[in-house]
């Protein structure tokens, strides 16, 4: 994998644990208010942390932290994911893993292997919206199985979604409410208007907590907790 960023403590990225992060490079998809350019555009520019190196560091803080989440970028583009998650796994930690659900075949041999145990998927907006969203067209029906292996098959988890005014705003939530109905927990994050894929972005303000509390007012017949992230 093209390891390109590495965060030794965090106690905010993986629920109930003190993680530390691992980001990938390389995305998928081309979501134009996504604050990690870097990640996607241009990130073979960047310096990569060899696999052996956050291997050592991860078995260096043990009793320091208590998870490992490998993010991105889409981590899932790699074939060699599994790998390195049974190296992560055999050092005794729990594995978060963030994916945007474009690839279900691998999502599924990662919990049938075991090698996640918590999963944190990213719903863009409704399914009408999906490619102006992410930036190209796709087979949503990719998106949808990935849904369901979650609801089905991981050991926990959650769906997220960004608010962005004028692209991703109420009517499109209470849309994926509907689609992920009977999830466990639904987030609600705030778009961040800094180092965006597209920078007309970056002038468009984030949405007001206010905004958001009546937007999962609006959610929860679907979900059975909405989590509001905001800054």
Not at 114 to 140: C, F, H, N, R, W
């Amino acid at each position: 994998m093209l390891i390109k960023g590495f965060l030794g403590t965090s106690l905010i990225d993986f629920p109930g644990h003190v993680a530390s992060l691992a980001f990938v490079g390389g995305c998928n998809f081309r979501c134009p208010f996504c604050h990690n350019r870097d990640l996607v555009r241009g990130f073979l520019k960047l310096p990569t942390l060899s696999e052996e190196s956050v291997l050592d560091d991860l078995a260096k803080r043990k009793g320091f932290i208590d998870g490992v989440e490998v993010t991105g970028g889409e981590p899932c583009l790699y074939a060699d994911l599994p790998a390195f998650l049974r190296r992560v796994k055999s050092l005794g930690y729990p594995v978060k893993l963030d994916t945007n659900g474009y690839f279900p075949k691998a999502l599924s041999s990662l919990l049938e292997e075991g090698l996640v145990d918590y999963v944190a998927m990213d719903v863009k907006t409704s399914p009408e919206k999906y490619a102006q969203t992410v930036g190209k067209v796709i087979d949503l029906s990719r998106i949808g199985r990935s849904i369901r292996m979650i609801l089905d098959r991981a050991p926990d988890y959650e769906f997220r979604t960004t608010v962005v005014p004028t692209l991703v705003g109420a009517e499109e939530v209470v849309s994926i409410g509907r689609w992920i109905e009977g999830a466990k927990s639904y987030a609600l994050q705030a778009f961040r208007p800094v180092n965006t894929l597209d920078p007309q972005y970056s002038k468009i303000l984030p949405p007001k907590r206010r905004e958001l509390e009546a937007m999962a007012l609006r959610v929860r017949p679907y979900v059975k907790e909405v989590i509001l992230r905001s800054e």
